[in-house]
């Protein structure tokens, strides 16, 4: 069974800088992409940030793009979100996903538990 356990969300003030991570255990496909999502209330979950099996293919929303960064351990055990100068927008339940296959676009079919960022102003 594929499990993804998160780490590293908090509150931290505007400006601040939080690294998220996620670790795989359990049995996986051989290769796939991973990703990060985020959900604020009332709103989808939305695609963040993605980085494919080899780490040559990577997604970054158009908001984050310069102050978010994705990147995966030689193991591909564990993925890492580091988000540098955040904003009260980015306050959101963020989500560490693994894909269907190594498509950074997805589709993903396994979800982490989700952790809070809040970011104060």
């Known amino acids: 069974q594929v499990r993804l356990l998160q780490s590293g969300g908090q509150l931290v003030q505007a400006g601040a800088s939080l690294r998220l991570s996620c670790t795989v255990s359990g049995r996986a496909r051989s290769t796939y992409a991973m990703g990060w999502f985020r959900q604020t209330p009332g709103k989808e979950r939305e695609l963040t940030a993605a980085i494919n099996w080899n780490g040559q293919n990577t997604y970054l929303e158009d908001s984050v793009k310069g102050r978010f960064t994705i990147s995966r351990n030689d193991a591909k055990t564990s993925i890492y979100l580091q988000m540098n100068n955040l904003t009260p927008e980015d306050t959101a339940v963020y989500y560490c996903?693994?894909?269907?296959?190594?498509?950074?676009?997805?589709?993903?079919?396994?979800w982490g538990q989700g952790t809070q960022v809040t970011v104060a102003s």
């Open positions: 996903a693994l894909a269907r296959n190594d498509y950074v676009q997805g589709p993903y079919d396994y």
